[in-house]
């Protein structure tokens, strides 16, 4: 069974940071461009960042650059994000996502190019 299981999410206050894990199993990442999504309450699920088979990161949004890490381990099959500098417009459910489209080269802002997901996981930022 081919699928991507998440962890990391929680409470964090203001200025704190997380790690989120998106590990596959079942399958290689090695041949996937993997992306991150987060969908706050009411809103649609917006593209976080990417990162493609050859480790070359993409980040969607101002508010993002500096804030956010993107990184993969293909030894350990997982990808990361790293956001430092929590604030509380960050809190939303996260979610990783797998494209083998072009071989994972390419990484694609919208949802519909990825075709595995993860389970999501809640990041809250409150004091």
């Known amino acids: 069974q081919l699928q991507l299981v998440q962890s990391g999410g929680g409470l964090v206050q203001p200025g704190g940071s997380l790690r989120l894990s998106c590990v596959a199993s079942?399958?290689?990442?090695?041949?996937?461009?993997i992306g991150w999504f987060r969908q706050a309450p009411g809103k649609e699920r917006e593209g976080v960042s990417c990162?493609?088979?050859?480790?070359?990161?993409?980040y969607y949004g101002d508010s993002l650059k500096g804030r956010f890490t993107i990184s993969r381990d293909s030894a350990k099959n997982t990808v990361y994000l790293e956001i430092n500098s929590l604030k509380p417009e960050d809190t939303a459910v996260y979610y990783c996502?797998?494209?083998?489209?072009?071989?994972?080269?390419?990484?694609?802002?919208?949802?519909?190019?990825?075709?595995?997901w993860g389970q999501g996981t809640q990041v809250t930022v409150s004091s």
């Open positions: 079942g399958f290689t990442l090695d041949y996937f461009a």
């Open positions: 990162i493609n088979t050859s480790s070359s990161p993409t």
């Open positions: 996502a797998a494209t083998p489209r072009s071989l994972g080269t390419v990484c694609y802002e919208h949802l519909d190019p990825y075709d595995y």
